[in-house]
């Protein structure tokens, strides 16, 4: 069964999973059976950094997202602590990614994630991540 975000009212407004921001991305969420958060993303013309490729602000935004929102289907608050990305193959613009969120380990009030751009037609890593988000009590 798969849970999909539902956003508190403060959230509406994020720039990646907020439904009413109207420059943001608007990715929705969902949480699958074997634990891992899913969304699906094809950068347009507004996210290019240089030479049709997708800025990598907007490719690191989306990975930290996916990984929060594993924490925040769960039902739980926390905040970005700390945050490694590498970026191993350019995002063209218009091409479908699938982003994955998996949770490795679980500490006190530190969860350690790990977020994964995967290129639908090639099935090649674009990006992946580790992080660090630390729950808020």
């Not at 500490?107 to 099935?123: F, H």
Request: some cysteine; charged content about 25%; hydrophobic content about 40%.
């Amino acid at each position: 069964m798969n849970q999909s975000s539902i956003l508190r009212t403060d959230a509406n407004n994020c720039f990646v999973c907020g439904p009413q921001n109207p420059i943001g991305l608007r990715l929705e969420f969902t949480l699958d059976d074997n634990d891992v958060c899913h969304s699906i993303f094809t950068p347009g013309e507004s996210h290019c950094g240089y030479d049709n490729v997708t800025h990598g602000g907007i490719v690191f935004s989306a990975l930290d997202d996916v990984m929060a929102n594993w924490l925040f289907l769960k039902g739980l608050k926390a905040f970005t602590a700390r945050c490694e990305v590498r970026y191993r193959d350019a995002l063209p613009i218009g091409t479908r990614v699938r982003l994955e969120g998996h949770c490795l380990k679980q500490k006190a009030r530190l969860t350690q994630m790990k977020g994964l751009m995967i290129r639908d037609d090639t099935d090649k890593v674009v990006a992946e991540t580790e992080a660090n988000f630390m729950m808020i009590e």
